[in-house]
């Protein structure tokens, strides 16, 4: 089964963000157009394997039934959850951030 993939406001903010430290304190377009391209073939992977990802290991977000997708090539991950047919992406974090503190 195929999932509608849903990239709510914050999640877009926190892409657009990565990508805007890229561009303007790093000066390097290239990597912001990688992540990107990476960010596209990840949503196109997650459509596919929504539901068969596990819960969360943190019993608060597993609760809230949080799913974690990391990015196919880059070490980002979006934290997402089902509801009926839709994975709606909450958050896209980088590995090295302290996500959990963010969400509960």
């Not at 596990?54 to 809230?64: G, T």
Request: glycine letters at 2%; proline letters at 0%; one cysteine or more.
């Amino acid at each position: 089964m195929d999932y509608r993939v849903l990239i709510t406001s914050d999640a877009e903010a926190d892409l657009e963000g990565f990508i805007r430290y890229l561009l303007y304190e790093k000066k390097n377009e290239q990597a912001a157009t990688n992540i990107l391209n990476d960010f596209e073939a990840t949503k196109q992977t997650l459509s596919k394997v929504a539901a068969s990802l596990k819960l969360c290991d943190n019993s608060k977000l597993s609760a809230l039934g949080y799913r974690r997708m990391n990015f196919l090539s880059h070490r980002y991950f979006m934290l997402y959850r089902i509801e009926g047919e839709t994975a709606v992406v909450d958050n896209i974090f980088h590995e090295l951030q302290d996500y959990e503190s963010k969400i509960i």
